[in-house]
């Protein structure tokens, strides 16, 4: 047994009839999630990178030609759909299902949505069905998921949070590399290619996930399932007192409602931050910065995709003789990367001039939190692991901080304009505080709903957690759809620091009431 195991990790995964393989010491079956999550991320960031700028693109290069506030509040219902959706999804697999069988229920749906939209050239009917089938198949997926992820560990085991901030890894590996090539190749080759390769990668995720099941043992199985095997044993319940369960759940619930404050601001990456990029950034470099560029895109194409493969390097040591059609499924998947990943750095070093694409903003967040992660891991599992309010205070600070880069360096516009040429920087800047704020805040909350939750409503309370996000999407996209509105009536600053307000608000009440909040977890940090 890898020396990196703790004997409680080990013992927990025995109760539950886990695979006990490890890598890089944590079980093999969280990678198995991590891929499985990493093409659904894939295929949702790289719809939702090309969503808004297919929307504002002009009709004369293959976009539908709305204006902001249209698109805008397409997005919103978009988005707030997709994130409301998992609270049934969550209870259909508490009652009904289980996680496994929804999250193939919703991976297989989210496949035909895909296919759908890439149709959209022939019918814009085609699309609107592809975004319903979107916001149908990830209410089953996506709280399911993250579900089994935390039962994988012990409530109190350090390395839970680690856990998780590794499954976040892959979010954003999928997520990066789907608005990466989605985006790329929708707004340079065509709307419906981009849309359709989205689709691919999900029928991939869904295929490895389908083959090894049998490694999670008893978790995620159909409820009320009876096991007669001797290591098959049920799950452990949540014992505590009435009013200890209902101190933490009044915990989770303040979590939850200081996420929405997190998400309003976060969410306007594909939202008013994609407006700013497209009309008031300046991406067409030429001369030495457009070389540059070309060198530094090539990188964030390579580098990641070599991380992930590592990755799955170092899962399939350990699986592959056990469950080779998971590994096969998922080598067929990075070959396809490969071979696109190099196509598009050699399509790039062959043109004359370099025009950044609107999408290629959006996976710096995914970038960053690729290569930050494991620093963030280490953080707390080994230096400095502060309560849970202080984690989203820290959160909602940075992501305010990036939109006072963004109010900095929007000043230049002139009140009312309809286009600017604004350096990238500032964007760039407001993704990098963007990230840290989430790394702060996202996985960490993922983690404390599964530490704090009664196992028996796990489902319904990550449901509930992804109910919180959908009410901020929706109010980001809302707030996305006042850009023109506000820098018309002030200036584009303004906007973006009425954006920037209210997480720092909210920070400062969490910081304030973090001793009550400590006291009221009853021993669960």
Same mark, same amino acid.
């Given at each position: 047994?890898?020396?990196?195991?703790?004997?409680?990790?080990?013992?927990?995964?025995?109760?539950?009839?886990?695979?006990?393989?490890?890598?890089?010491?944590?079980?093999?079956?969280?990678?198995?999630?991590?891929?499985?999550?990493?093409?659904?991320?894939?295929?949702?960031?790289?719809?939702?990178?090309?969503?808004?700028?297919?929307?504002?693109?002009?009709?004369?290069?293959?976009?539908?030609?709305?204006?902001?506030?249209?698109?805008?509040?397409?997005?919103?219902?978009?988005?707030?759909?997709?994130?409301?959706?998992?609270?049934?999804?969550?209870?259909?697999?508490?009652?009904?299902?289980?996680?496994?069988?929804?999250?193939?229920?919703?991976?297989?749906?989210?496949?035909?949505?895909?296919?759908?939209?890439?149709?959209?050239?022939?019918?814009?009917?085609?699309?609107?069905?592809?975004?319903?089938?979107?916001?149908?198949?990830?209410?089953?997926?996506?709280?399911?998921?993250?579900?089994?992820?935390?039962?994988?560990?012990?409530?109190?085991?350090?390395?839970?949070?680690?856990?998780?901030?590794?499954?976040?890894?892959?979010?954003?590996?999928?997520?990066?590399?789907?608005?990466?090539?989605?985006?790329?190749?929708?707004?340079?080759?065509?709307?419906?290619?981009?849309?359709?390769?989205? !689709?691919?990668?999900?029928?991939?995720?869904?295929?490895?996930?389908?083959?090894?099941?049998?490694?999670?043992?008893?978790?995620?199985?159909?409820?009320?399932?009876?096991?007669?095997?001797?290591?098959?044993?049920?799950?452990?319940?949540?014992?505590?007192?009435?009013?200890?369960?209902?101190?933490?759940?009044?915990?989770?619930?303040?979590?939850?409602?200081?996420?929405?404050?997190?998400?309003?601001?976060?969410?306007?990456?594909?939202?008013?931050?994609?407006?700013?990029?497209?009309?008031?950034?300046?991406?067409?470099?030429?001369?030495?910065?457009?070389?540059?560029?070309?060198?530094?895109?090539?990188?964030?194409?390579?580098?990641?995709?070599?991380?992930?493969?590592?990755?799955?390097?170092?899962?399939?040591?350990?699986?592959?003789?056990?469950?080779?059609?998971?590994?096969?499924?998922?080598?067929?998947?990075?070959?396809?990367?490969?071979?696109?990943?190099?196509?598009?750095?050699?399509?790039?070093?062959?043109?004359?001039?370099?025009?950044?694409?609107?999408?290629?903003?959006?996976?710096?967040?995914?970038?960053?939190?690729?290569?930050?992660?494991?620093?963030?891991?280490?953080?707390?599992?080994?230096?400095?692991?502060?309560?849970?309010?202080?984690?989203?205070?820290?959160?909602?600070?940075?992501?305010?901080?990036?939109?006072?880069?963004?109010?900095?360096?929007?000043?230049?516009?002139?009140?009312?304009?309809?286009?600017?040429?604004?350096?990238?920087?500032?964007?760039?800047?407001?993704?990098?505080?963007?990230?840290?704020?989430?790394?702060?805040?996202?996985?960490?909350?993922?983690?404390?709903?599964?530490?704090?939750?009664?196992?028996?409503?796990?489902?319904?309370?990550? !449901?509930?957690?992804?109910?919180?996000?959908?009410?901020?999407?929706?109010?980001?996209?809302?707030?996305?759809?006042?850009?023109?509105?506000?820098?018309?009536?002030?200036?584009?600053?303004?906007?973006?620091?009425?954006?920037?307000?209210?997480?720092?608000?909210?920070?400062?009440?969490?910081?304030?009431?973090?001793?009550?909040?400590?006291?009221?977890?009853?021993?669960?940090?």
């Amino acid at each position: 047994m890898n020396q990196e195991n703790d004997v409680a990790l080990v013992k927990h995964l025995s109760k539950q009839g886990v695979d006990d393989k490890m890598v890089m010491g944590h079980p093999a079956s969280l990678f198995v999630l991590f891929f499985t999550e990493m093409w659904e991320r894939f295929s949702y960031y790289g719809m939702r990178a090309l969503l808004t700028v297919f929307l504002i693109t002009e009709l004369a290069k293959g976009g539908w030609g709305w204006d902001n506030e249209k698109a805008m509040n397409l997005y919103a219902w978009y988005t707030g759909l997709v994130y409301l959706t998992p609270l049934i999804g969550g209870m259909i697999a508490d009652k009904l299902t289980g996680y496994r069988k929804a999250i193939l229920i919703g991976a297989l749906i989210m496949t035909l949505g895909h296919a759908s939209m890439a149709f959209e050239h022939i019918s814009g009917n085609f699309f609107y069905i592809g975004l319903v089938l979107m916001i149908l198949g990830n209410g089953m997926f996506k709280p399911n998921i993250s579900s089994m992820v935390g039962q994988l560990y012990p409530n109190n085991s350090t390395k839970k949070d680690a856990g998780y901030t590794i499954f976040y890894m892959g979010i954003n590996s999928g997520a990066f590399l789907g608005m990466l090539l989605c985006g790329y190749i929708g707004e340079k080759v065509g709307w419906h290619y981009g849309f359709g390769l989205a !689709g691919v990668f999900m029928f991939f995720g869904m295929i490895q996930f389908y083959f090894a099941q049998k490694i999670f043992g008893i978790i995620g199985e159909k409820p009320n399932t009876v096991h007669t095997p001797a290591e098959h044993v049920e799950p452990e319940e949540d014992e505590a007192p009435k009013n200890v369960v209902r101190d933490r759940l009044v915990v989770v619930a303040v979590l939850m409602i200081a996420s929405i404050f997190f998400f309003f601001a976060f969410e306007q990456a594909g939202g008013s931050m994609t407006i700013f990029a497209k009309d008031y950034t300046q991406r067409v470099l030429t001369g030495g910065a457009g070389e540059t560029f070309k060198w530094v895109d090539a990188a964030l194409t390579i580098f990641p995709i070599i991380i992930v493969t590592y990755v799955l390097f170092k899962l399939s040591q350990q699986i592959f003789s056990k469950y080779p059609m998971t590994v096969i499924a998922t080598a067929i998947s990075f070959a396809i990367i490969w071979v696109l990943g190099i196509w598009k750095v050699n399509r790039e070093f062959s043109l004359d001039q370099t025009e950044v694409t609107v999408s290629w903003f959006q996976i710096l967040n995914s970038f960053f939190i690729i290569t930050l992660a494991s620093s963030f891991s280490k953080l707390w599992e080994k230096v400095w692991n502060p309560s849970g309010p202080v984690k989203f205070a820290f959160g909602l600070i940075l992501v305010a901080v990036g939109f006072l880069a963004l109010a900095y360096g929007s000043m230049t516009i002139p009140q009312g304009a309809k286009t600017a040429s604004v350096s990238m920087i500032w964007l760039i800047l407001a993704y990098f505080f963007h990230t840290t704020g989430e790394l702060c805040l996202s996985p960490v909350g993922l983690s404390y709903v599964s530490k704090l939750s009664p196992k028996k409503f796990a489902g319904l309370l990550f !449901g509930l957690w992804f109910t919180a996000s959908a009410i901020a999407n929706f109010i980001a996209g809302k707030t996305g759809s006042y850009i023109d509105k506000i820098t018309e009536a002030y200036s584009m600053t303004v906007f973006f620091l009425i954006i920037a307000a209210l997480p720092i608000a909210v920070a400062l009440l969490l910081l304030l009431f973090n001793g009550k909040l400590k006291k009221m977890m009853h021993g669960i940090h």
